[in-house]
Antibody, heavy 116, light 108 residues
Framework: QVQLVESGGGVVRPGGSLRLSCAASGFTFSDYSMHWVRQAPGKGLEWVTFIRYDGSNQYYVDSVKGRFTVSRDNSKNTLYLHMNSLRAEDTAVYYCAKGSGYADHWGQGTLVTVSS | DIQMTQSPSSVSASVGDRVTITCRAS??????LGWYQQKPGRAPKLLIS???SLQTGVPSRFSGSGSGTDFTLTISSLQPEDFATYYCQQAKTFPYITFGQGTRLEIK
């Protein structure tokens, strides 16, 4: 069965950096595009970024452009989110999700807290 | 940007009730609309894609309809496990997808 397991969250100071990982199993990772979606505490879902199955194109929500970078290593079945210049408003649970127009499988999420 | 607006923001209902949640897009999105269910502390789960196509394993009491700007999610007979928050999501501007603000379905 499809499994997505995020890791790498934690507490970071404003201006700091963090790298999230998403380990995929149960499907042919290199055949599928992936999203990162976040959810601030008590709030709704916000799409963050998308990467095509082969890593050829990446897309970002305006609020993270120039600060976040999505990448993938298909040989390791792993998706990454590199986050720089973190702000308080980036505090959220970050989910990786498989799919294109719709996210048909999600990981359990990893919490990122940006606080001094 | 396409904005998605759900109504109501919250609703109270009883087991066995029929419940309808509405999602309105700020511009036409054809049938590029999905519905998700999220329970507290859990990841969202895709219920419906393409406005009305039920995902495998989703109970038939869930149904979706609509096209253009107005969409509905209907639960025909609420079960205890259906109390959750529901989100709509437009895929017209894929990969730039956007979600509605959510509708919290609570037990009356």
């Amino acid at each position: 069965q499809v499994q997505l397991v995020e890791s790498g969250g934690g507490v970071v100071r404003p201006g700091g950096s963090l790298r999230l990982s998403c380990a995929a199993s149960g499907f042919t990772f290199s055949d599928y595009s992936m999203h990162w979606v976040r959810q601030a505490p008590g709030k709704g879902l916000e799409w963050v970024t998308f990467i095509r199955y082969d890593g050829s194109n990446q897309y970002y929500v305006d609020s993270v452009k120039g600060r976040f970078t999505v990448s993938r290593d298909n040989s390791k079945n792993t998706l990454y989110l590199h986050m720089n210049s973190l702000r308080a408003e980036d505090t959220a649970v970050y989910y990786c999700a498989k799919g294109s127009g719709y996210a048909d499988h999600w990981g359990q999420g990893t919490l990122v807290t940006v606080s001094s | 940007d396409i904005q998605m607006t759900q109504s109501p923001s919250s609703v109270s209902a009883s087991v066995g009730d029929r419940v309808t949640i509405t999602c309105r897009a700020s511009q036409g999105i054809s049938d590029w609309l999905g519905w998700y269910q999220q329970k507290p502390g859990r990841a969202p789960k895709l219920l419906i894609s393409g406005a009305s196509s039920l995902q495998t394993g989703v109970p038939s009491r869930f149904s979706g309809s609509g096209s253009g700007t107005d969409f509905t999610l209907t639960i025909s007979s609420l079960q205890p496990e259906d109390f959750a928050t529901y989100y709509c999501q437009q895929a017209k501007t894929f990969p730039y997808i956007t979600f509605g603000q959510g509708t919290r379905l609570e037990i009356k």
